[in-house]
């Protein structure tokens, strides 16, 4: 008897033609997820099955795999030769000590004397003559015992259906430039397109000297973690404290984050296309703070001329996305206190609703063009295993 990791997935089985494509991809960052432990994955009709680790290595390998987008669900399970005492002996493995259950066979291999019917009996039966604190409940069990009786002469027996990340496997849905701050919205917005299969690659703007290396530590942090979810992904930084010196030298300064958000916009749109990215994500809520109003996506919106900009969280109050980000791992990073770029130079009274030509008519008093040239020379490219 020896344990192995049942996986199951989620809408690949939706994708008709391309299903091909899309276990493709999901195997391959499976098996990213699994780097560093030996292993085996075979698939199965409807699901995979990770075999061939040391034993006390099986609770690290759900970990991971629960992390990877697409697996709905895994199990540790105990594989044994198909035979009615050897799935009993595993059986007394996964059995609950006490409460209500119910056995669910099913029988892949057709040639097994009994059929599904005949081992949830007899394996129910020994449970109850074993243990008297159970009790059989076949509609609203609190316990079920799964024997999968395989076609390959061997059964896998197991108890507990552990939740994965559900979604697509990351890769299936193209790339978008997720402009991440330090924040708590953009790691979680982040999550939201890596979860619908997209790869996101994080754009970082920060104005060094006015912002310090903690912050960029921090936002480093933050793609680390983004990364277990995604299998790796590009940090791309991007240095604006010329823009920002600019924008408050010349322009009224209740525009200044305002502004500050086309020049974002503009320099990830130019990155979009160099990195083969499809869209621009951000972190924005609608109405979060002065600069999410409509008016103010409108503004940021109007300078980005050949891909859509995603929103993932713009219906989400706070509270849900701080729920999120707990969620995910990414909220005890967010949430230290460093400076982020849009906090150097801030208004006291930022413009709530910016009407597009008086934001178009402050940019003229600036060299657009120049202060991209240079921003975008400051790219720095961060690979994160
Ligand atoms: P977050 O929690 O993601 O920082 P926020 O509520 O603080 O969001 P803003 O600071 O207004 O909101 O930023 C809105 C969005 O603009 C962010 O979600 C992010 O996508 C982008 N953004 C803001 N600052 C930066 C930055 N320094 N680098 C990259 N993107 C940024
Ligand atoms: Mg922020």
Known sequence: MNKVVIIRYCEIHLKGKNRGYFERVFMNNLEKSLTGIR????????????????????????????????????????????????????????APENGTFKVQASRGDKSFPLNSMQINAEIGGRLLAHNPLLKVDVHTPE?????????????LVFSKMIPGAGGMPVGT?????????????????????????????????HSYPYTNMQARE?????????????????????????????????????????????????IAERLAIRFGAQCIVTGESLGQVASQTIEGMTSSNAVVKTMPVLRPVVGF??????????????????ILPY??????????????????????????????????????ESLEVVHIQ
């Open 39 to 94: 292993h085996e994955i075979h698939k199965l009709s409807g699901r995979y099955v990770v075999d061939g680790f040391l034993e006390d290595e099986a609770e690290e390998i759900v970990l991971r795999l629960q992390k990877v987008f697409g697996v709905h669900s895994v199990s540790i399970a105990y594989k044994v030769s198909a035979g009615m005492e050897s799935i009993w002996e595993a059986v007394l493995k996964v």
């Open 143 to 155: 316990h079920e015992v799964y024997i999968d009786v395989r076609e390959n002469g061997t059964a």
């Open 173 to 205: 849905a193209g790339k978008g430039m997720l402009l991440l701050s330090g924040g708590i919205d953009s790691p979680v917005a982040a999550y939201m397109i890596a979860k619908r299969g997209m790869t996101p690659i994080c754009l970082h703007f």
């Open 218 to 266: 921090k936002v480093e942090e933050l793609a680390h973690i983004l990364a277990g979810y995604t299998g790796g992904l590009d940090l791309l930084v991007v240095k604006v404290t010329t823009i920002q010196e600019a924008i408050h030298k010349y322009c009224a300064e209740e525009m200044m984050v305002t502004l500050l958000r086309r020049f974002m916009m503009r």
């Open 317 to 334: 109050d706070k509270t849900e996305i701080i729920e999120r980000a707990r969620k995910i791992g990414t909220f005890d990073t967010s």
């Open 339 to 376: 400076e982020d770029c849009c906090t150097v130079f801030l208004p006291k009274h930022p413009i709530i609703r910016p009407s597009l030509a008086s934001v178009e008519e402050q940019e003229k008093k600036l060299n657009v063009d120049s202060l991209l040239d240079e921003a975008i």
